[in-house]
């Protein structure tokens, strides 16, 4: 078995690359009686993304509950729907969590017309973001995947959708806003989003919004009640992001180390920094390193680095190959179960805790990685916080001991080695505002930390 796996690589990475052209040439002979003038850039952008483009059906049940009473059990069956993106050709889609939250099942249809019922992988409710899987045979193509950072106001965007339960639906328009802040309900808000005035009806969520090149620069969300023309979208970098978390080894329990960043006017991943003591640590990867091939599959994200990952194994050798300096360099390393320290590896120094203390007023201490629950968190660890000091800024900000830090300004906090590179930033130790996340329960709350210098 272990033979054949990077002949099947390679056919994936050659599957991968070649997607995008198949499905214009496709394209090209589908609308091959068509004028040029006819074969607009919308009509190319829809033609190469509908085949990575999903229907998603199914039926959940909403409680009865009333004003005269709350309480009352029960509920009615309703129609759910939605779409979805594959982002691996192995059957994996992003989709929106609330399109596929409490369905009993999962009915996926491809644009082929092959239907499948999905399971869930993994969720997160904050950014309402889910991956699903189809048990596919057949390699799926996957939509181009673009980017966010640099959209315009005024620029050209298509939606893809199953709206109102009309699959393949497709409606043009242009970029309206940027960093939109919406409020759904009293549980619900979203936070930087694109507003667009291209049609998005129920059963869009979890569509893609293309530009007008065919790329994905967004997975459409939410649309404005009694409102015409404005609908929302998350931007493909932030949901991006978070398909790699949701896909990420670490949430089985096997650890790589490498913390990616973005890697702007050329192709890779940057690795932002590397956690000590880790596989990446001892295999010789150094922050500052570009990704470009892991197991022989072009990486560009981190997405594309955690799919690379879909079937591996802790002890199993994984191949890097990276640019350092102008020189490509072939790097093998070990994957290790996650949090277990190799060979060289420095250990963290206890006075970050103190630190933490001095700032912010929390004691803080380590959690095993067996023993975090994780629940729907996409956060793979956290710091539990023993003691908060009264009067300090966690105590300001409503921390309670027992809650778990999870992340600090915009990075994770799943061991004390992430927190001491942490308060190392700038930010932190010019005692600027920091943004803090904690799980309490079972969910994930946030506030900012006015860092202080008190014992």
């Given at each position: 078995m272990k033979q054949s796996q990077p002949h099947w690589r390679l056919r994936l990475r050659l599957f991968t690359t070649a997607t995008a052209g198949f499905a214009m040439l496709l394209a090209f002979f589908q609308f091959a009686d068509a004028s040029e003038l006819r074969r607009s850039a919308i009509v190319q952008a829809v033609a190469g993304a509908r085949s990575s483009v999903v229907?998603?059906?199914?039926?959940?049940?909403?409680?009865?509950?009333?004003?005269?009473n709350p309480a009352s059990t029960g509920g009615r069956r309703v129609n759910g729907m939605g779409t979805g993106v594959v982002v691996d050709p192995r059957g994996y889609i992003v989709t929106n969590h609330h399109v596929v939250e409490n369905v009993g099942q999962i009915n996926v249809n491809l644009d082929n017309g092959r239907s499948y019922v999905a399971r869930m992988i993994a969720h997160d409710p904050y950014t309402d973001l889910a991956i699903?899987?189809?048990?596919?045979?057949?390699?799926l193509p996957l939509i181009k995947i673009g980017k966010s950072h640099d959209l315009m106001t005024g620029e050209e965007v298509v939606a893809v959708g199953n709206a109102y339960g009309y699959e393949q639906t497709v409606t043009r328009g242009i970029v309206s806003a940027l960093h939109r802040t919406v409020k759904v309900n009293d549980e619900q808000k979203y936070y930087d989003l694109i507003q667009t005035d291209a049609s998005i009806n129920p059963g869009n969520s979890g569509g893609p919004l293309l530009n007008i090149d065919g790329e994905m620069i967004g997975i459409n969300v939410a649309v404005r009640v009694g409102a015409q023309g404005i609908g929302f979208a998350i931007p493909v970098d932030k949901a991006m992001e978070v398909a790699a978390q949701l896909l990420s080894k670490e949430r089985a329990g096997v650890w790589h180390g490498v913390i990616t960043g973005s890697q702007s006017?050329?192709?890779?991943?940057?690795?932002?920094?590397?956690?000590?003591?880790?596989?990446?640590?001892?295999?010789?990867?150094?922050?500052g390193d570009v990704i470009s091939l892991v197991n022989d599959i072009p990486v560009d994200r981190a997405l594309d680095l955690e799919r690379a990952l879909i079937g591996t194994n802790a002890g199993e050798q994984i191949s890097f190959l990276v640019n350092r300096n102008g020189e490509e360099l072939p790097i093998r390393l070990e994957l290790a179960r996650r949090g277990r320290?190799?060979?060289?590896?420095n250990q963290v120094d206890s006075a970050v805790f103190d630190l933490a203390w001095s700032r912010f007023g929390m004691q803080l201490i380590e959690i095993p990685p067996q023993k975090f629950e994780r629940g729907s968190s996409q956060f793979k660890g956290?710091?539990?916080?023993?003691?908060?000091?009264?009067?300090?800024?966690?105590?300001?900000?409503?921390?309670?001991?027992?809650?778990?830090?999870?992340?600090?300004?915009k990075w994770e906090t799943a061991?004390?080695?992430?927190?001491?590179?942490?308060?190392?930033?700038?930010k932190v130790l010019q005692n600027q505002s920091v943004k803090f996340f904690i799980m309490r329960n079972e969910e994930t709350l946030f506030g900012h930390l006015p860092a202080t210098q008190r014992r």
């Amino acid at each position: 078995m272990k033979q054949s796996q990077p002949h099947w690589r390679l056919r994936l990475r050659l599957f991968t690359t070649a997607t995008a052209g198949f499905a214009m040439l496709l394209a090209f002979f589908q609308f091959a009686d068509a004028s040029e003038l006819r074969r607009s850039a919308i009509v190319q952008a829809v033609a190469g993304a509908r085949s990575s483009v999903v229907s998603i059906h199914g039926h959940k049940t909403i409680p009865n509950a009333s004003a005269s009473n709350p309480a009352s059990t029960g509920g009615r069956r309703v129609n759910g729907m939605g779409t979805g993106v594959v982002v691996d050709p192995r059957g994996y889609i992003v989709t929106n969590h609330h399109v596929v939250e409490n369905v009993g099942q999962i009915n996926v249809n491809l644009d082929n017309g092959r239907s499948y019922v999905a399971r869930m992988i993994a969720h997160d409710p904050y950014t309402d973001l889910a991956i699903i899987k189809i048990p596919t045979r057949h390699e799926l193509p996957l939509i181009k995947i673009g980017k966010s950072h640099d959209l315009m106001t005024g620029e050209e965007v298509v939606a893809v959708g199953n709206a109102y339960g009309y699959e393949q639906t497709v409606t043009r328009g242009i970029v309206s806003a940027l960093h939109r802040t919406v409020k759904v309900n009293d549980e619900q808000k979203y936070y930087d989003l694109i507003q667009t005035d291209a049609s998005i009806n129920p059963g869009n969520s979890g569509g893609p919004l293309l530009n007008i090149d065919g790329e994905m620069i967004g997975i459409n969300v939410a649309v404005r009640v009694g409102a015409q023309g404005i609908g929302f979208a998350i931007p493909v970098d932030k949901a991006m992001e978070v398909a790699a978390q949701l896909l990420s080894k670490e949430r089985a329990g096997v650890w790589h180390g490498v913390i990616t960043g973005s890697q702007s006017g050329s192709q890779g991943l940057l690795a932002e920094r590397i956690q000590d003591g880790s596989p990446a640590a001892v295999a010789g990867i150094q922050a500052g390193d570009v990704i470009s091939l892991v197991n022989d599959i072009p990486v560009d994200r981190a997405l594309d680095l955690e799919r690379a990952l879909i079937g591996t194994n802790a002890g199993e050798q994984i191949s890097f190959l990276v640019n350092r300096n102008g020189e490509e360099l072939p790097i093998r390393l070990e994957l290790a179960r996650r949090g277990r320290k190799q060979r060289g590896s420095n250990q963290v120094d206890s006075a970050v805790f103190d630190l933490a203390w001095s700032r912010f007023g929390m004691q803080l201490i380590e959690i095993p990685p067996q023993k975090f629950e994780r629940g729907s968190s996409q956060f793979k660890g956290g710091l539990k916080i023993v003691t908060v000091r009264a009067g300090s800024p966690a105590a300001r900000q409503g921390v309670r001991s027992g809650d778990i830090l999870v992340g600090l300004h915009k990075w994770e906090t799943a061991s004390a080695s992430d927190l001491s590179y942490v308060m190392k930033q700038p930010k932190v130790l010019q005692n600027q505002s920091v943004k803090f996340f904690i799980m309490r329960n079972e969910e994930t709350l946030f506030g900012h930390l006015p860092a202080t210098q008190r014992r």
